[in-house]
């Protein structure tokens, strides 16, 4: 399973890049590859987070960050899709991207974290952070691509630093707290990238916006 999920990888960025090059396939096929990655990404951190909830301890709730902690929080970003509709497509692929190049850290973090967290599922959670970093990498590289024919709007990055150390905590409460914070950090931005390509998409095919 594993190993066909890494060759679907691969076959999605020589398919980019060999389709990139020759202009055998419009951007608007391009973007729908891309969104179709972003869904996955998104459903991962999804499931990620169910899975964690699972056995997450009710009074962990009350002593997790607020949202705004996140360390993405400062990117200023549509907050919806009637407000996303109105965002340039070089700017919404410059969010993307600069949201993708935010969390090469933080998820190299949950990865190592995984390895060792106090969870029943942590094999299944250490499994899907993998699967997520695999994911992230294939559709950076591949937006990395579609932004050189977008203009120089489009490959700006803004650089979204972590800075919440490499420690997730030493007891087992304090690790599951962190962790956790950091994975709705994740299924946020993620959301957000998935909104952003599948807007892209949509206008690269030329629908109506309320179609999108």
Request: net charge positive.
């Amino acid at each position: 399973m594993a190993q066909r999920k890494t060759s679907g990888s691969k076959l999605f960025m020589t398919v980019l890049c060999v389709v990139t090059m020759c202009r055998a396939v419009p951007i608007s096929d391009l973007l729908e590859r891309a969104s179709q990655h972003s869904d996955k990404l998104h459903s991962l951190s999804t499931m990620l987070t169910q899975e964690l909830d699972s056995h997450f301890p009710p009074f962990g709730r009350v002593s997790m960050p607020r949202p705004s902690m996140c360390h993405t929080s400062a990117l200023q970003t549509p907050i919806d899709k009637e407000r996303a509709l109105q965002v340039p497509e070089s700017d919404l692929l410059s969010l993307a991207r600069s949201l993708l190049q935010a969390w090469s850290d933080p998820l190299v973090i949950l990865s190592s974290s995984a390895n060792s967290l106090p969870h029943p599922a942590q094999s299944s959670i250490s499994n899907k952070i993998q699967e997520i970093q695999e994911y992230s990498q294939n559709l950076k590289d591949g937006l990395d691509i579609l932004s050189s024919k977008m203009g120089p709007a489009a490959q700006t990055i803004t650089s979204l630093p972590y800075r919440g150390g490499t420690d997730l905590g030493q007891d087992r409460i304090t690790k599951l707290i962190n962790f956790n914070f950091l994975l709705s950090c994740l299924r946020r931005d993620s959301h957000k990238i998935d909104s952003f390509l599948k807007v892209l998409r949509c206008r690269a095919a030329r629908m109506q916006p309320e179609m999108c």
